[in-house]
């Protein structure tokens, strides 16, 4: 159609008007600020290394949605004070009641069975149903989060019978996602416009704030134990060249504990700009990355990574300081610190030069990238969080490391002298 460069109907009324838009979208924004907070919140405490994965992605993907729904609604005559504002009391409460699923199954359950469909069903209507015309960018937006929420819900139907075939956990997992409908059908639905009783729902669960494990859970059926070693492969091979490849396809495996930090961050840190919560997740999105990167390298040679015992110290150790000084630790002290040789540059030269391993020297080359970036981001950050100079900060940073290696050592001497035995 040439007519109105391919835009369809248009001569039909919309049903939202600029006030009833920016409404419907503010609750959209809210609902994705909300699944980002509950991902964070449990990636460190899932066990299943698929799902901490997909929470790392899917999580990072609601950060950009609702960047997206920021700037919208702002343009529809609304100022930008209402974006930190909860639209809805009872859509509030459905996330204070789905952050407190108490295993893998009922997080997915509620995530990828309740709301996302939810949301996608919503997006699609409200797609269809907005005057294409005027409302041309909003249609846009949803049609490319409409292709996320596609994909996240497919993953999320795999994985839900994946977990429920495996008899792991108890029954429970229906009554909760029957909760959570519940709770979205007494909001009026995702968008708000399905019918209401004037009533408000009671509290299930979340009589009590949801609070982060102080370690790191790894699923104990596939999985070997957590340490604060590294322990690298089962059997390294003689070769001192291949040795050291193998070494850093293991420390990229174990980034996840970066991620899972980065999560307890976004978690824990009250009141700051919007950005930071945005810019922090496309930073644990890419710590998981890198994890995936050691996985796919491990994997490419037929090794067992997943067996062996799995290192969780950057979130163990740093568990209990506060997120400034956890982020600190992460971006000053060790990314920052990775930009000096041989550093990041180092390790992508040796896979390059001396490994001659392309798969790896390709991570490495996107791992360094991505390092850089997460240096730029501790240097605008940690100020703020800590509220002093950024030479301040990296006199904090030197302390944080120093208590971090003490602890790492002696986890590392130990597991040497066990391995010796």
């Not at 729904?69 to 974006?83: C, D, F, N, Y």
């Not at 009671?202 to 494990?213: D, G, N, Q």
């Not at 969780?312 to 002290?333: E, F, H, R």
């Not at 390709?362 to 850089?372: I, L």
Request: aromatic residues 10%; contains cysteine; charged residues 25%.
């Amino acid at each position: 159609m040439l007519n109105y460069i391919g835009i369809g109907n248009p001569y039909n009324l919309g049903q939202y008007g600029v006030e009833k838009n920016a409404k419907v979208l503010q609750r959209y924004r809210f609902i994705h600020e909300g699944l980002l907070r509950i991902a964070a919140g449990h990636l460190p405490a899932r066990e299943d290394w698929d799902l901490k994965c997909a929470l790392g992605k899917h999580l990072y993907e609601d950060a950009e949605s609702a960047n997206q729904w920021r700037q919208r609604i702002t343009e529809l005559r609304t100022s930008p004070a209402v974006l930190n504002h909860e639209p809805d009391a009872t859509l509030s409460l459905l996330m204070e009641e789905l952050i407190q699923a108490r295993n893998d199954l009922e997080l997915v359950v509620g995530i990828y069975g309740v709301v996302r469909p939810a949301l996608l069903a919503s997006y699609k209507k409200h797609m269809a149903n907005t005057q294409q015309i005027v409302d041309q960018p909003t249609v846009r937006i949803l049609r490319t989060m409409i292709l996320d929420l596609e994909d996240q819900i497919a993953w999320g139907e795999q994985m839900i019978r994946h977990l429920e075939e495996s008899g792991i956990y108890p029954e429970g997992a229906e009554e909760f996602r029957q909760n959570m409908l519940t709770f979205l059908t007494a909001s009026g639905g995702i968008d708000g416009l399905e019918p209401k009783i004037p009533m408000l729902p009671s509290r299930s669960r979340s009589h009590e704030p949801y609070k982060l494990p102080l370690k790191s859970v790894r699923d104990p059926r596939k999985m070997g134990p957590a340490t604060w070693a590294r322990t690298g492969v089962a059997i390294p091979p003689d070769d001192p060249v291949k040795m050291s490849l193998f070494s850093k396809m293991r420390v990229r495996q174990e980034e996840m504990t970066a991620a899972e930090l980065i999560a307890g961050v976004i978690y824990s840190q009250k009141n700051m700009p919007w950005e930071f919560y945005r810019d922090s997740a496309r930073h644990l999105w890419d710590e998981v990355r890198h994890a995936l990167f050691g996985q796919a390298a491990l994997e490419s040679e037929g090794i067992d990574w997943m067996s062996r015992p799995q290192y969780t110290s950057d979130y163990d150790v740093n568990a209990l300081k506060i997120p400034g000084a956890q982020y600190t630790w992460l971006a000053i002290g060790i990314e920052e610190g990775a930009m000096k040789r041989p550093g990041k540059a180092g390790e992508y030269e040796f896979c390059r030069d001396e490994a001659k391993h392309p798969l790896m020297t390709q991570f490495q080359d996107y791992d360094w990238a991505d390092e850089v970036v997460h240096a730029n981001l501790g240097r605008k950050w940690t100020p703020e969080l800590i509220g002093e100079e950024i030479g301040y900060v990296r006199e904090i940073a030197k302390k944080e490391l120093e208590h971090f290696w003490h602890e790492v050592r002696n986890a590392q001497e130990q597991w040497n002298e066990q391995k010796s035995q």
